[in-house]
């Protein structure tokens, strides 16, 4: 009842919880008491003085209808982390099952809407080997980032928790809808929004609040100068929680993360270990993972602002495709190439090694240029580069030049 009389994101909800024994005794206190108490607004005690009852229980019966959690500031189970805060979420909504983040080590992974291959291939592949370690991720949903980490943990079988700028039940980000199924099953989509509540602009920074309650740390994926995921990072920061920001190049789409790295406000990290390893006597499940080897596969998947959503696939009765299905030969393995080179056959390359071997040709390209037009941090093309030498697939020439061995 009280965000639907004082309002969202509002510390005196948090005020009346520290004063008073539970939110009836509050509410049966009546207009001298709330008068008394010194926290409440001229307004707040008109709303008050007319509590909107038939809405709230309009919202319990849709949510029951839905199949929906309610989590009331006042339960045993509402998380500590986020009633820390200083201005914590009257209620959750929640569809799945809320994991303990009091107990569990977890991540938030914010990052542009507009993520270009690497971003989305980094936010994948960090989330679903922070995943395979135990960790849970904590991200919002969105188009971007913040879908490919969601895929990367369901991908890895782990947990992960969205939070919504708007209601659960909205129809925003349809895109994205089958997704928020498959989190429910292990983890759980949350909003401090009643389930038909549709978004509105200032629900997305008070959302990131959330975001940063719940996670240990929180790493930065692609955030240019004026990103939304910033107002994370900087709440993150003030709720004293660790701040890691993936390396890119220099491009207007990294200004904002590359700042805080300057700025020393930020980690800046090159996979998912470097995040692990910051953090004192952390004890989490161990995993044998060859993060090189990730399928890349469901990224298809990923919707991405400013570009067509992927084409659905064909139905699989479609007799076309199944003789497509059934080629005469065998085919080589998705996301790789096989080369051979001199003495060496039959190298299956994958990920960058791939990417950086597919752009090389018989002429010279500076290693800023490779790092630039692939998305590479220069130390990671330069650790390719050297991968592929030593396996004589390409040539370094004099002033930082490589060429592709014929």
Known sequence: MLSQTIGYNNQKIKQITEH??????????????????????????????????????????????????????????????????????AVLYVDGKLPDLDSRFSIGIVGTRRASRYGVENSYK?????????????????????????RGVLAAGGVTVCVRGCGINSRYLQDNAEMRRAITLRGAVISEY??????????????????????????????????????????????????????????????????????????????????????????????????????????AAVPVKGQKPPEKPKPADDPARREKALPDKPQKLKNSTTVVSGEKLNITLRGDAKRVFDYLSAEPVHIDQIAGDL???????????TFLEMNDLVRPLKGRFFVRNQ
């Open 20 to 89: 008073y024994p539970d939110v009836m005794s509050f509410i049966n206190g009546g207009e001298r008491e709330w008068r008394l108490c010194g926290f409440l607004s001229a307004s707040d005690i008109a709303k008050l003085q007319s509590p909107p009852w038939e809405r709230v229980d309009r919202i319990i019966s849709r949510c029951a209808e839905l199949g929906y959690s309610v989590l009331t500031i006042e339960d045993e189970d509402y998380p500590m982390c986020l009633y820390n805060i200083y201005a914590p979420p």
């Open 194 to 299: 009643p389930p038909d509540e549709e978004p509105r602009g200032f629900y997305f920074p008070a959302r990131n609040r959330i975001i940063a309650a719940l996670s240990d740390g929180l790493l930065l994926i692609e955030a240019g100068a004026r990103s939304g995921s910033l107002i994370t990072a900087n709440l993150a920061l003030e709720m004293g929680k660790e701040l890691f920001a993936l390396l890119g190049n220099n491009s207007p789409m990294n200004e904002g993360s590359n700042r805080r790295i300057k700025e020393g406000t930020a980690i800046p990290i090159t996979d998912f270990m470097d995040i692990l390893v910051a953090f004192d006597n952390l004890t989490i499940g161990s995993e044998d993972i060859n993060y090189d080897d990730i399928s890349l596969d469901d990224i």
């Open 126 to 150: 960090i989330a679903y080997s922070l995943s395979k370690f135990g960790v849970t991720v904590v991200s919002g949903g969105a188009l971007g980032v913040d879908c490919a980490s969601h």
């Open 375 to 385: 998305g590479l941090p220069v130390y990671s093309a330069l650790s390719t580069l």
